[in-house]
């Protein structure tokens, strides 16, 4: 099992023949991902050889890739003054997965297809300014490393694109389910609790690793919910201790105002539900590892 992407997953890339693209797309498929059409209306009829002796078909629209190649994911490449066309166009095509890797997209370009998006009902957005996704051995939708760690049974959630690859590294001996890079702008569409909820009602996860960041109330939110609704074991870290307030760091949802939006407030949260919540990225490798070797 895995949450959200596996190996019957057939995936496009829109943008799949920029620069960004190409490279990405030939690490998807060296990895295992079915890709099966790219997008770009310039192109339209075209198509591309990649290593492995793999062809990939181009298509002029979203919705022509989906009815000639039934596609249900889409990875989005699109430069940010595009990107937003680009995700409207997946959801009119009703592609239920659609993961935007584009970084510095406005956010009120975000907010309007994440609103559509959930008006619409039939796509779910993973980023945007994310890594995507990736069920390790069975599909990888996005630009996380497929080399860093194996199939396993820990379920990751990370704003973090870096601590993502980080805790993957350092759970390499255990391997994971799925891990799910959901971005750090300020509008995301997959948010931990959705990732949470996925990873509680998979068989094959039996623990869960969430990394968050200063700023903005969602790890707060998320707590509330694993106290609530979580019955399997979670370890946190919170990425920012030693942010200075009221600057943005990195990330352009992670500004911290007074007390809200602090790491120790964060930390605070989540303990309180339950959770064990390191002070470093291998600190918090470590209490995974402790739970893992209990599981076993």
């Known amino acids: 099992m895995a949450i959200f992407l596996d190996e019957n997953s057939k995936v496009i890339v829109q943008g799949m023949t920029g620069s960004e693209g190409m490279k990405h797309t030939q690490r998807m498929l060296a990895s295992g991902t079915q890709i099966v059409g790219g997008v770009n209306p310039r192109k339209a009829g075209q198509s591309v050889d990649f290593d492995g002796g793999v062809t990939v078909p181009v298509f002029g629209t979203v919705a022509e890739a989906v009815k000639e190649t039934g596609a249900n994911v889409s990875v989005i490449f699109v430069p940010p003054a595009f990107a937003k066309s680009a995700v409207v166009e997946a959801i009119d095509a009703e592609v239920p997965l ?82 799910v890079g959901i971005g750090g702008d300020p509008i995301i569409g997959t948010t931990h609790i959705d990732c949470l909820e996925a990873f509680e009602k998979d068989p094959e996860t039996d623990a869960i690793v969430m990394i968050g960041e200063i700023g903005g109330d969602a790890e707060e939110r998320a707590a509330a919910y694993i106290k609530e609704h979580v019955t399997k074991p979670v370890v946190g870290y919170v990425a920012g201790f030693t942010a200075p307030e009221g600057k943005t760091m990195g990330h352009a949802g992670a500004i911290v105002s007074g007390s809200a939006g602090t790491a120790a407030a964060k930390q605070e949260a989540l303990e309180a539900a339950g959770v064990k919540v390191g002070r470093t990225p291998s600190a918090t490798a470590d209490l995974m590892r402790e739970i893992m070797k209990g599981l076993q």
Not at 110 to 130: D, H, L, Q
Not at 132 to 157: E, T
């Open 98 to 179: 659609a993961v935007v890797i584009t970084e510095g997209i406005a956010v009120k370009d975000s907010a309007e297809f994440y609103s559509y998006a959930k008006t619409n009902g039939t796509t779910r957005i993973v980023g945007p300014n994310c890594p995507g996704l990736i069920s390790p051995g069975k599909s990888n939708a996005g630009i996380i490393p497929a080399n860093i760690a194996g199939p396993g049974r820990i379920g990751l959630v990370s704003k973090s694109g870096t601590l993502t690859y980080q805790m993957m590294y350092e759970l390499r001996e255990f391997g994971f389910s799925s891990a």
